[in-house]
């Protein structure tokens, strides 16, 4: 049973354009969600995140947006560039700090 | 300031065999997590230390799977015997405490044959 879902496995984005990562999870008790950036061959690293008793972070280029009541997060990269080309993992936190890992989305960035 | 390292970075082996990962944090985290992601899997977390006490092993299979982090510095995460649905990349991560940010090494990838 997946508390995690990331329903699309790849999408393809034109560079200079939006991508639009998206996430939903089940379990309303999670208080912090994260998202990972991956490329081949190195592990995770960490690229934003929000807290549940917020509804927008922005960093820079990257916006997560979280829907609480519709549990859903989106990731918002804006405008998108070639080294964003990776895969992106949604990931929540539990109340003893464990981390539930989205199966990923494999962002490809076309020139 | 150095990442988390992690040896060997592939491995092969034949069922039944054991095999040993090796993981260094970041200098003074307290807190390491040991992940497993299978392909097409987010990582799974298997056992997380926080100094040389265990803090979390409960899907960690016991029946073959190991670890410890005797010094609470580096740590080993071993497999005996290992079966073939233990291919799966091994990632280490390390943070400065519980709940902290996480810092990931490049991982180990485990082929089992």
């Known amino acids: 049973d997946q508390q995690v879902k990331q329903n699309s496995p790849s999408l393809s984005v034109q560079e200079g354009r939006i991508s639009i990562l998206n996430c939903d999870y089940t379990?309303?008790?999670?208080?912090?969600f994260l998202w990972y950036k991956k490329y081949p061959a190195e592990g995770p690293t960490f690229l934003i995140s929000i807290s549940s008793i917020k509804d927008k972070n922005e960093d820079g280029r990257f916006t997560v947006f979280l829907n609480k009541s519709a549990k859903h997060l989106s990731l918002h990269i804006v405008p998108s560039q070639p080294g964003d080309s990776a895969v992106y993992f949604c990931a929540a936190r539990e109340s003893n700090y464990q981390l539930i890992w989205g199966a990923g989305t494999k962002l490809i960035i076309k020139p | 300031e150095a990442g988390v390292a992690q040896s060997p970075r592939y491995k092969i082996i034949e069922k039944r065999q054991s095999v040993a990962f090796w993981c260094n944090p970041i200098s003074g985290h307290a807190t390491l997590y040991w992940y497993q992601q299978i392909l097409g899997q987010g990582p799974k977390l298997l056992i997380q230390?926080?100094?040389?006490?265990?803090?979390?092993d409960s899907q960690l299979p016991k029946d073959r799977f190991s670890a410890e982090r005797l010094k609470g510095v580096d740590s080993t995460l071993k497999i005996q015997p290992a079966k073939l649905e233990d291919s799966a990349v091994y990632l280490c991560a390390s943070s400065s405490n519980q709940g902290g940010q996480a810092f990931f090494g490049q991982g180990t990838r485990l082929t089992v044959v």
């Open positions: 379990n309303s008790m999670f208080d912090y």
């Open positions: 230390f926080q100094n040389n006490g265990v803090v979390d």
